[in-house]
């Protein structure tokens, strides 16, 4: 059994705090039914608030957090996973805390799945996000969004605006204060009038670009509860976005294992060959 001990930050029920780290509905019901959650130093098998500055430990197997994620590719330097939706990339509550000596060098969003990088020593940590930076790293998304999205293969950009405080951001055609630019590569891989599947490269990579913008053009993510609407994610019946980074393109980044490889794994919801 692996043990974590956490100071909770924020008011929230254990189920929640604890589904946050990525363990299922099931898997928390099975903590708490054995007693594998102390709060302040005592087992709790109730569903109770969390508050902020309390201590909280809990116990689980690996498996409860193996499922959450799939490691593509391990050497001395770095780790390449599939992340799965529904876990944190990075911090306390992420992956990195998981991994052994796993350092995050960029991030998925929580309910977006697909291919990561994490490098093991702060020599290499630098390197891949200089490669990140300078445009050496390559990174290609697979989603399914609302209607019939037109364009075949098209660069769009615009511009977007950080509310950080409400963790949403906005999006404008033209430069606004305090505004990123933001760009993007789309090419439609399938199209109809009810849904079409898009492959996306990110040519810049700020928080939420691709549901937000995707949304602002008029084709909001299915499944994606922030940017989309309550009425489509219904109509799919889709609870969980349809956003993956399906495959990661290493140039020269000097680090051992990446050089001018590819990393790719397609999300189970997408039933055709790329």
Not at 113 to 121: C, I, L, Q, S
Not at 196 to 220: C, D, F, M, N
Request: proline letters at 1%; charged letters at 30%; hydrophobic letters at 35%.
């Amino acid at each position: 059994m692996n043990k974590k001990e956490i100071i909770v930050e924020k008011r929230k029920k254990i189920v929640n705090f604890l589904q946050d780290f990525g363990f299922s509905f099931v898997d928390v019901s099975k903590m708490l039914r054995n007693k594998d959650v102390k709060v302040n130093g005592k087992a709790t098998k109730e569903n109770v608030w969390l508050e902020e500055g309390d201590n909280i430990v809990f116990f689980y197997s690996d498996d409860m957090l193996d499922k959450k994620y799939e490691i593509l590719f391990e050497n001395k330097d770095v780790y390449v996973i599939y992340k799965n939706a529904g876990i944190e990339s990075e911090g306390d509550k992420g992956i990195e805390s998981v991994l052994k000596n796993a350092i995050a060098v960029h991030r998925l969003d929580r309910n977006t799945e697909g291919v990561m990088v994490y490098a093991k020593n702060q020599e290499n940590a630098k390197k891949i996000e200089s490669g990140f930076k300078n445009g050496n790293v390559h990174k290609f998304y697979l989603t399914e969004v609302v209607g019939e999205f037109i364009a075949k293969d098209k660069e769009f950009q615009a511009y977007l605006l950080k509310d950080a405080e409400n963790s949403y951001v906005k999006i404008f055609q033209n430069k606004v204060p305090n505004s990123v630019l933001i760009k993007m590569i789309v090419r439609t891989i399938k199209s109809g009038k009810e849904s079409s599947v898009l492959q996306i490269e990110l040519l810049t990579g700020k928080t939420h670009q691709i549901r937000a913008h995707l949304a602002y053009l008029g084709h909001p993510i299915i499944g994606d509860g922030k940017y989309g609407k309550n009425s489509d994610n219904k109509k799919f019946q889709e609870r969980k976005q349809k956003l993956a980074c399906f495959m990661m393109k290493f140039g020269k980044v000097d680090v051992d294992g990446l050089d001018g490889k590819t990393f790719k794994k397609l999300p189970k919801w997408a039933n055709f060959e790329r």
